[in-house]
């Protein structure tokens, strides 16, 4: 049982034991180690479960280094510190989304524990919960659907079968090795609390 006690030592708020649990039987993470691995990720992602959106507060040389490709360089400065007009422009007509004058980059930006992103993912997601992501894309971003959109992409991404290999496991995640070895670290301590 993961008791407010337990997150206390993970320096996890109260306020995830109840989601945290409520995940764990719906996408069938019975085994410490495998709750163990979905904690160490999460955590990580999450800033130890306290930033639950994505933050696209680019500066302009971080917008040319990250997404360069996307803009002319004569725009780059006006979407500077935009995070509204950035998350239209980098996420327009992909991932479900239209275009950038429609808003849904913005409206679907990264969300959750795992920062679920564009607008197929929220409607999927939703509908493997039973929520209208689609209409109400703010509730990603509450303990309960942040952890049950995190518990959805394990489980369509096959998360659990990589638990053997952190590695792996965290390219599934993110996309690269990005925090891997605090992924790993968070990812033990969660294993010893939750087996103590």
């Known amino acids: 049982m993961l008791s407010p006690e337990k997150l206390h030592k993970l320096g996890i708020g109260a306020e995830w034991a109840q989601p945290l649990m409520d995940t764990f039987v719906k996408f069938g ?19 130890h479960f306290r930033v639950l959106e994505e933050n696209l507060n680019y500066r302009a040389e971080t917008l040319q280094a990250l997404f360069g490709h996307k803009f002319k360089p004569e725009e780059i400065q006006s979407y500077a510190h935009n995070p509204q007009r950035i998350a239209n422009r980098i996420y327009a007509n992909r991932m479900g ?3 950038e004058a429609s808003g849904d980059g ?9 920062q679920l992103t564009g607008h197929d993912n929220y409607w999927h997601c939703g509908q493997a ?10 509730l990603v971003a509450t303990p309960t659907f942040a952890a049950m959109s995190a518990g959805w992409f394990w489980q369509t991404h096959h998360c659990g079968s990589l638990i053997d290999n952190q590695e792996q496991l965290c390219k599934r995640v993110n996309g690269g090795l990005i925090g891997l070895q605090d992924r790993i670290a968070q990812t033990q301590n969660a294993l010893a609390v939750l087996t103590a």
Not at 29 to 47: D, L, T, W
Not at 106 to 114: A, S, T
Not at 129 to 138: A, I, K
């Open 97 to 99: 989304n239209r275009d």
């Open 129 to 138: 919960v039973g929520q209208d992501f689609v209409m109400n894309p703010d």
């Open 29 to 47: 993470m019975v085994s410490p180690k495998e709750q163990a691995s979905f904690i160490g990720q999460c955590s990580h992602e999450s800033n």
């Open 106 to 114: 913005y409206r679907f930006r990264g969300r959750g524990l795992v």
